[in-house]
């Protein structure tokens, strides 16, 4: 079956501190893999994605994810968290045709405290 | 920047009475999507469109929801007879018809059915 498992519901983190956001996934096809960003009341917005290639990608933010093939992970990093990252994240995968769903992990609450 | 406009941003209605959700993808992006978020759970996919006619579907689209591109700029999903249940954040999102690209989703709309 296809899924997508965010093993962390909620996540607090020192203001400064660094983050690593979990996420591991089960895709039958090759997986285009994505991370969600969605502020209180707003929409979802992309902090990156990942195709081919390099399998470190860089995004929107500051934020960075590395895909491990091996390990069927898309874990999501930053340095240094600030307050304003404070969101609920999603990390979802996807085909490589246009037009193919994509399917969400049920999301990771990040809370900053100063 | 261009973006997926969604309107209402949010939405009251009785059970039992049909809604229409509006959406303005952007603009040459050929295929839609529409998403579902209950409160409290993850993104669920509802339904894809391209050229006129509907892509994939999922189990939650059933015979209440319908889609429908009714000029070059609009996209519409109905919900025929609401039903509690129904109640969620709709999300409208468009993608470009090619390969190695991503959906871009607009703010929502809270449909909240009473």
């Known amino acids: 079956a296809q899924s997508v498992t965010q093993p962390d519901i909620h996540i607090t983190v020192s203001e400064g501190a660094s983050l690593e956001l979990r996420c591991n996934y089960s895709y039958g096809a090759t997986p285009y893999l994505f991370w969600y960003v969605q502020s209180p009341g707003q929409g979802l917005q992309l902090l990156l994605k990942?195709?081919?290639?390099?399998?470190l990608v860089q995004g929107i933010k500051g934020f960075e994810a590395e895909f491990k093939r091996s390990q069927s992970s898309f874990n999501l990093r930053k340095p240094s968290v600030h307050w304003s990252d404070a969101a609920e994240y999603f990390c979802a995968v996807g085909a490589k045709q246009a037009g193919t769903a994509l399917i969400f992990g049920k999301g990771t609450t990040l809370s900053v405290s100063s | 920047e261009p973006e997926v406009t969604q309107t209402p941003s949010h939405q009251v209605t009785q059970m039992g009475q049909e809604v229409i959700l509006r959406c303005v993808p952007i603009s040459n992006h050929l295929y839609f999507y529409w998403y579902r978020q209950i409160l409290g759970q993850k993104v669920e996919f509802l339904v894809s469109?391209?050229?006129?006619?509907?892509?994939?579907k999922s189990e939650i689209f059933d015979d209440q929801f319908s889609v429908e591109r009714p000029d070059g700029s609009n996209f519409t999903l109905k919900i025929r007879s609401t039903k509690l249940e129904d109640s969620a954040m709709y999300f409208c999102a468009s993608s470009v018809s090619t390969v190695d690209t991503e959906a871009f989703f607009g703010q929502g709309t809270r449909l909240t059915v009473v």
């Open positions: 469109f391209y050229n006129n006619e509907i892509s994939e």
């Open positions: 990942y195709f081919s290639g390099d399998t």
